[in-house]
């Protein structure tokens, strides 16, 4: 009754076919089951925790291993049957691809999200983890390139000659772009330093701005006036970068100039009536003021003060305010400020005889 299993179609029999078949279904079935309630349940599990490395590995089960694990048994399943050698081979070669395919995928996923986690633990911020992702995508594609080697290994192709023919066009290909590998160098050499962030106020090359993007051959900066500054990441290297955002307080140095009327009593109560004036400032901290020299037309003290809040409208501000307050101390004290004057004696002569 049951020989009609037995008839041969193509080197196998029917009872073979409906056995793999069976196989299919229930590996199919088995994997719906799978991602319906495994899967989702430690989603949810992982989801409730603080760790975001179990949502990473639940993750990568979900969109690798399952997937691969299932063509994989699939392809064992089916390789039970004769084939003809041709459609062997393809189906080899097609699996070849599939393991490649999910094995590059597989590692650059973890590099990504170790090396994402890594830098949240560490307390970097989202911009510099912006910016590793960027620079992750020259790694991908070395390990792209790894994983159609292997494909091309497989296929026969001497993997030997093209690497040899691959150097002697990399030696001319890297002194074509030698200028674009250097910014690429300083754009690591910026990220692993931190010399300036995105955001932060700085001086390059005596012009003013505002950090807007750090890419991997050029940083932009937002100068005062408005303008876009793009500058080669070899440049900023090279120069002097004086971060502003990285003050912990501000020195102001100022000088005030009195005339040499004033009598000696006044001017050994000029540095207190200044001294008085910056206590009195919001976030202000007083250093010295005393008479630094005697000019041409005028006697002079140099006033230093610290702002413990480096904000530079903040300190502009408290300077304004102190200016005000010395020139309305002074008038009271009838104190006069002393600017460049020259005095002519004019001698009169007698008539010659």
Known sequence: MLRWL????????????LLVLTGLLLIGLLLHLLKSFVITYLKKFTAKTTNELDDVLVSAIDKFIVPLG????????????????????????????????????????SLHHS??????????????????????????GIVWVIGFLLFI??????????????????????????????DLFSYLVIFFDKPFEVGDAVTINGNIGTVEKIGIKTSHVRSVDGQQLVIPNAEMVKSTIQNFK????????FTVSVTYQTSHETLQTIPTLIEDIIVQQLHATFDRCHLRALADSSINFETVYFMEDPDFKLMVETQHKVYLAIIEIFNKNNI??????????????????
Do not use: C
């Open 153 to 182: 290994s497989n296929l026969g192709v001497n993997v030997g000659a093209a690497l040899t023919g691959l150097g002697i066009g990399g030696i001319a290909i890297a002194l074509a772009t030698q200028n674009i590998f250097a």
């Open 336 to 353: 006069q400020f002393a600017y460049p004057t020259r005095t002519i004696e004019l001698k009169q002569v007698g008539k010659a005889e």
């Open 115 to 140: 090396l994402v986690l890594y830098m949240r633990h560490k307390g970097e911020s989202e911009q510099r983890i912006t910016q590793v992702t960027s620079m992750l995508l020259i790694i991908k």
């Open 6 to 17: 037995q008839q041969v179609y193509y080197g196998n029999t029917i009872l073979d076919y």
């Open 246 to 253: 990285r003050l912990e307080r501000r020195r102001v140095v």
């Open 70 to 109: 299932y063509l994989t048994i699939n392809y064992l399943l089916i390789n039970r049957l004769r084939m003809p050698a041709a459609l062997d081979k393809t189906i080899d070669t097609l699996i070849f691809i599939v393991w490649v395919y999910y094995a590059v995928r597989i590692v650059n996923h």
